[in-house]
Structures are given as structure tokens and as C-alpha cells.
């Protein structure tokens, strides 16, 4: 499920390098993370044949991925939650990942007031932005920034809407100020026993590996 | 005027005398807001909301040959945050559903359109497992 206000032009080559066999939707009005109270991609849940939520998690990547972000690269997950996956799916309600509905509901983020008002901002924000009205969406998308500081979801379709480079130097700033200043994550940890939980990941500049051949060379 | 709910956007009937508050025409509340009146009172699925009964003249009036709903008081009996600039007004989630959806655990619905167009619904999926998986070009 693609959430991305950009919608086909800016998915789909990515869609067809990924060839996918399951099926695919675009979501450009968020409107999934709002029902799921999802706050960061990738994230995921698992839904039994029953309808219930079984489990739900954010930084939910398939396998260590390393993608270009800005002038460097960044390399986030591990294959836990892969594996996690393929345990549920194998063994259903057997499976030891299987939240019950008491913890799901003690993991879902609280809901309150800005909370709510956040996302009927970030809706309006994205609705100017759709028709093209830039002036009024980054208002809004500002004011739901505002509203929802640790929302990754509103910040980073936000800022995207001033330029992927403006985007990239924000989360920059952003995920450094937080980690010197706070004790906040980029992911909440999935709590898998086997996970490789990184609270931010630190960015490889293009220039590390020479930096680290200098650093070889220099202690030899 | 135009509704951004659910995920949607709708433009509907504007009262011609309206004041600052959001009124929407019976006819058009399930497509706008996805809720319709019913004798026990306002409902979305199986929640239902009484009417306050010392609101109800003050909510549904009559006006331009139609009848109106003043969604935004609604709205703000029921918690639903709701935000306007100009012509547009957009709705937040409703706080009763996000909390018995909490309780029961079940997914909440939903209808999107796949890529190869097909529309594809959550609920059509019950009897068989289902990843939900969420990414971003950004």
C-alpha cells in the first residue's frame, strides 16, 4: 500500500522495479495510517481470517535496507520482522508473535485532541495540495506539523511537498536534533525478540567508505 | 463546498443563508460524511448517536427546499475535529470509532482502488490471512 500524495508519477517506477506478485494500492490521502494510527512507513499489520489485528509495527522492513538519502545512504531493519511473518503465517494464533487484544490496545499510540485535529489538518493540507493551491497546503501542513510533532507521516509528505532535497535536510536535522535532545526514536521498536532495534539510524555519507580505507591505511 | 472525510473528497450543496457552521443536506450526509439519519438518531455502520432532543430543532432545519444538517455542532458533540478554509471543510476521524475499533480489535474497513483499478475492500479478504504493508516514495 503506497501512501504517498504524489500518487502514480511519483510510485510507479518503483512499483515496477519491485515487480510485485500481491496487490498493490495507492493511498494518497493517508487515509490507511489514519484508520491504523500508523505514524511512519514503511508499517504493517497482521490481520487474521477472523478481521482481528493481530500485530502491528512500524520500521517493518522486509530486511536490512541500505537506499541513497540525500548525499549519503542510510541503512535501516533487519530480517526479524520477515521471519516474524513467515512464523504467523505458518502457524496463526500458535504463533508466539500473536499480540492478544489487550496488547494491541496497550500498543497503539493514544489518541487526544491535537491528535485528532493533526490529521483533519494534514487531510486539508493534502487536499490543497492535490489541486494545486501550494500556498494554502503548506499552511496546513505546517499547522498540522505543529499539531503532530512525531507524526513522520506528516512531516516528511510535508516537507516533500517543498522539494525531496528540502525533505531529506529536514529528516537530517530533524532525527539529529532528536537524538542529541531527547530520548524519542525514528521507529518504536517492534519488540521481536531478535530484532536488530536501531533507535536512529546513523546516515553513511558517500564519502565514509574512503574515509575508512584513509582510516585502514593510517593504522597500518 | 466541498467535505474532505474518509479519505475522499465530496462537494456538496451549500446553504444559501448558512453561517459559519458546516450544514449538509440530508441527501448528501452518507456520501459526504458516511453518516445518515435514522430514527434512533445519527449513524455510521452500526454506531448510532441520539440526537440531543433539546438540539434538535437548532440541528436539522428546513432551508432552499431542502433539509439541512448542522454537521459541525454534530461534530463537535461527538469529538470529531473538523477544520475549514474558504469553500472546504475537512473532518477528522470520529473518536468512538477509533476507540471500539481499539477495543474489538477488529481491522476497520476499507475500500481503495488497486492499481490495475480493480477496488479492492479489506473486509472482502475475511477467511484468509492478510500483511497490510505501508511505503512511500519519500
Redesign the interface.
Given at each position: 500500500?503506497?501512501?504517498?500524495s504524489?500518487g502514480?508519477a511519483?510510485?510507479d517506477k518503483?512499483?515496477d522495479r519491485a515487480a510485485p506478485t500481491y496487490?498493490?494500492?495507492?493511498?494518497p490521502?493517508h487515509?490507511?495510517?489514519?484508520?491504523?494510527?500508523?505514524v511512519n512507513?514503511?508499517?504493517?499489520?497482521?490481520?487474521?481470517?477472523?478481521?482481528?489485528?493481530?500485530r502491528s509495527a512500524e520500521g517493518?522492513y522486509p530486511a536490512e535496507t541500505t537506499y541513497r538519502f540525500g548525499l549519503g545512504k542510510v541503512r535501516l531493519g533487519d530480517g526479524a520482522f520477515a521471519r516474524a511473518?513467515r512464523d504467523?503465517?505458518e502457524r496463526?494464533a500458535d504463533s508466539e508473535h500473536v499480540w492478544s487484544?489487550a496488547e494491541?490496545?496497550e500498543r497503539?499510540r493514544p489518541?487526544d485532541?491535537d491528535t485528532?485535529?493533526a490529521?483533519?489538518?494534514f487531510?486539508?493540507a493534502?487536499?490543497?495540495e492535490a489541486t494545486g493551491d501550494s500556498e494554502?497546503a503548506r499552511r496546513?501542513f505546517a499547522a498540522a506539523e505543529h499539531l503532530a510533532p512525531d507524526n513522520w507521516?506528516y512531516l516528511?509528505?510535508g516537507?516533500?511537498h517543498k522539494g525531496?532535497a528540502y525533505?531529506h535536510l529536514k529528516v537530517l536535522r530533524r532525527t539529529n536534533h532528536l537524538r542529541k535532545n531527547s530520548d524519542k526514536s525514528y521507529y518504536d521498536p517492534m519488540g521481536l525478540p531478535d530484532e536488530n532495534y536501531r533507535r536512529f539510524t546513523e546516515p553513511e555519507w558517500l564519502w565514509t567508505p574512503a574515509a575508512r580505507r584513509l582510516k585502514q591505511l593510517l593504522h597500518r | 463546498m466541498i467535505i474532505v472525510a474518509n479519505g475522499k473528497t465530496n462537494e456538496v450543496s451549500q446553504r444559501t443563508d448558512a453561517t459559519d457552521a458546516l450544514w449538509v443536506r440530508l441527501d448528501e450526509l452518507p456520501g459526504a460524511t458516511g453518516w445518515q439519519m435514522k430514527p434512533q438518531g445519527a449513524c455510521l455502520g452500526e454506531l448510532c448517536v441520539p440526537l440531543p432532543a433539546d438540539r434538535r430543532g437548532d440541528w436539522i432545519a428546513d432551508a432552499d427546499g431542502w433539509v439541512w444538517f448542522c454537521y459541525s455542532e454534530f461534530a463537535d458533540h461527538i469529538g470529531q475535529k473538523h477544520v475549514r478554509d474558504g469553500d472546504v471543510w475537512s473532518l477528522g476521524s470520529v473518536p468512538e470509532v477509533r476507540r471500539s475499533g481499539l477495543e474489538s480489535a477488529i481491522a476497520p474497513d476499507f475500500e481503495v482502488t488497486e492499481r490495475n483499478g480493480d477496488t479492492l475492500r479489506l473486509s472482502d479478504l475475511r477467511g484468509h490471512k492478510v500483511v497490510l504493508f505501508t511505503w512511500s516514495s519519500w
Open positions: 500500500m503506497a501512501q504517498d504524489g502514480p511519483a510510485l518503483w512499483f496487490r498493490c494500492v495507492v493511498d490521502t487515509h490507511i495510517s489514519s484508520l491504523f494510527g500508523w512507513v514503511p508499517s504493517a499489520a497482521w490481520i487474521d481470517e477472523d478481521g482481528r489485528i493481530v517493518a511473518t504467523w503465517i496463526g487484544a494491541l490496545a497503539i489518541v485532541d485528532l485535529l490529521e483533519a489538518t487531510k486539508l493534502l487536499h490543497f494554502r496546513h507521516n516528511r509528505q516537507w516533500t525531496t525533505a | -
